[in-house]
């Protein structure tokens, strides 16, 4: 019922930016919280930032002050941009969302399958 779909992830050198972005696909369904983790290789997965539906955000201190999250609703899509980049931020980044859907079965957590962000020292 509901699929979410990771794009922009790429290869780039440290300093460099990239912009992430998640959009949702489907019928029937609201989106309430929405975010973005990581894994690095040999590492476990990690909150990178969340964004309530209002637009209250939340950050991991590793990438506050150099990473934004944002959502446009209508349009049931979130993006992270991401600034300032260093190695060590490398890993692959799926999207998360919270729904609620017409049917109950539906509505639970939601994830993409992840794009590749690789960021060369």
């Known amino acids: 019922q509901v699929q979410l779909v990771e794009s922009g992830g790429g290869l780039v050198q440290a300093g460099d930016s990239l912009r992430l972005s998640c959009a949702a696909s489907g019928s029937g369904f609201v989106i309430n919280a929405m975010g973005w983790y990581r894994q690095a290789p040999g590492k476990q997965r990690e909150l990178v930032a969340t964004?309530?539906?209002?637009?209250?955000?939340n950050y991991a201190d590793s990438v506050k002050g150099r990473f934004t999250i944002a959502r446009d609703n209508a349009k049931n899509t979130v993006w992270l941009q991401m600034n300032s980049l260093k190695s060590e931020d490398t890993g692959v980044y799926s999207c998360n969302a919270a729904v609620t859907a017409q049917r109950v079965t539906a509505s639970g957590l939601y994830w993409g399958q992840g794009t590749q962000v690789t960021v060369s020292a």
């Open positions: 964004i309530a539906r209002g637009g209250s955000t």
